[in-house]
Structure formats: C-alpha cells, structure tokens
Nanobody, 123 residues
Framework: QVQLVESGGGLVQAGGSLRLSCAAS????????VGWFRQAPGKERDFVAV??????YYADSVKGRFGISRDNARNTVYLQMNSLKPEDTAVYYC??????????????????WGQGTQVTVSS
C-alpha cells in the first residue's frame, strides 16, 4: 500500500515557476514508478510526466519546461515547472504503480493517487 500527498501548488504569474512535491509512505517506495497528471475544469485527466527507473517521459505540452525528479531517501518525487502558461492551470495529481518494464502514460494504469494540488497561472 502506498499513500501519496501532493504539495506546492499555488497561484503564479505566467512565466513563473513552481515546484510540486509528492510525498509517499511505504518502505518499498523505491520499487514504484511515479507519474504526474493534471485535470482542468471540464476536461479529462491528462498525463504530464512519469519517471520509472531511468525512463522519463513528458507530455509534448510540457517538454522543455517541466522536470520530474525523485529522492528515494525522502520518499518524495518532485515536478519542477518553469515558464508556466495560463493553460497549465489545473489540479495536479501524482500517482504510482509498481515498477515494471517501460513507463505507463495512461491514468488507468496507475494504482495509487494523491488528493491533488491546485496550480493557477494568471496571464
């Protein structure tokens, strides 16, 4: 069982930066891959980034602006978001699955989810 708690969301102006954190419980967290998704009002939950071992993938919309990293000693995964745009406004969720070959980009492939943190980018 893995429990995830996101933090770090907030209000930022376009062009600014935020760093989201995803703190996990469980002594076997290092065996889990962690991804980030986001959901804007009235829209589906979209893939943002995932890190599975040394495999890292980003959605095209955030490539070059966002970076995913993890600190297994702290059981925490981070999403550094730079050059933020108003269209990045959404609730951001971290999610996890037991690591396997390759990386998973679909929300229904993830087993554990955090409660979400709101990111609002003003123009």
């Amino acid at each position: 069982q893995v429990q995830l708690v996101e933090s770090g969301g907030g209000l930022v102006q376009a062009g600014g930066s935020l760093r989201l954190s995803c703190a996990a419980s469980g002594r076997t967290f290092s065996t889990y891959a962690v991804g980030w998704f986001r959901q804007a009002p009235g829209k589906e939950r979209d893939f943002v980034a995932v890190r599975s071992g040394d495999n890292i993938y980003y959605a095209d919309s955030v490539k070059g602006r966002f970076g995913i990293s993890r600190d297994n000693a702290r059981n925490t995964v981070y999403l550094q978001m730079n050059s933020l745009k108003p269209e990045d406004t959404a609730v951001y969720y971290c999610a996890a699955y037991r690591m396997s070959r390759g990386a998973k980009l679909s929300a229904d492939q993830y087993d554990y989810w955090g409660q979400g943190t709101q990111v609002t980018v003003s123009s």
